[in-house]
């Protein structure tokens, strides 16, 4: 499944690319901007209650806060129509969850992620104000980890933190209102890797708007 979304927007970068005739040095520049949305992850909530299940406790319940408000900040060089190079900061917010175990006890633990990233975006224009875009690249992303007990269940490591990179993937649409400034809708998944193990997809969804110097 997730090979076969790669492969989805490696196609669109690719169409991109060869699906105009009209590509030409005039619409090349670099461009800046900032996009604010919504970040969503999956907790793996049978992983924390296999792990509780090896210290000698049962998990009953477990409660996931799963979204938070996420942004990034971009810079980018459009070589021509149909291409463009970008990269940026991005911060994904914070996740976690709180599950309640039996002998008595809880287990807290949150995630904040923040990174930077490098991203070949292929464009197709539609109108003449209105285009559709996917985006390929690299991040780089720190994890920090925060893990609390009462009761029963005891922490050895609060803090654990990590750093790797991965890939990160995206399709987008932007409108045009002026040749400077222009407003983008965007999906982005990050591959992230936390500092106790898990792998997992964080999406952001958002709007951003993007200004064009020089135009």
């Known amino acids: ?12 970068v690719a169409l991109a690319v060869i699906a105009s005739p009209f590509a030409v040095a005039d619409d090349s520049g670099w461009y800046g901007g900032i ?13 924390i209650a296999r792990g509780l299940l090896g210290g000698g406790l049962t ?6 806060d799963n ?3 996420g942004y990034k900040l971009f810079v980018g060089k459009k070589l021509n129509r149909n291409f463009a190079v970008e990269g940026g900061y991005f911060n994904l917010g914070k996740f976690g969850f709180t599950a ?13 992620l923040q990174g930077v990233n490098l991203d070949a975006v292929g464009i197709l224009p539609i109108t003449e104000k209105f285009s559709a875009f996917g985006r390929l690249g690299l991040q780089y992303a720190q994890a920090k980890d925060t893990f609390a007990g009462t009761g029963a269940v005891s922490v050895s490591n609060p803090n654990p933190k990590k750093s790797d990179a991965n890939y990160k993937m995206g399709l987008g649409v932007q409108y045009d209102f002026t040749g400077s400034l222009g407003l983008r809708a965007e999906w982005e998944r990050y591959r992230v890797d936390d500092a106790v193990g898990n792998k997992g997809d964080i999406d952001m969804w958002s709007l951003g708007l993007l200004y064009s110097f020089g135009r």
């Open 1 to 12: 499944m997730k090979f076969s979304r790669a492969s989805g927007t490696l196609g669109l």
């Open 59 to 64: 998990m009953t319940t477990i409660t996931d």
């Open 67 to 69: 979204r938070h408000s």
């Open 35 to 47: 996009n604010i949305g919504q970040s969503r992850a999956k907790i793996d909530d049978e992983r």
């Open 100 to 112: 309640n175990t039996t002998p008595a006890g809880t287990l807290t633990g949150t995630i904040k």
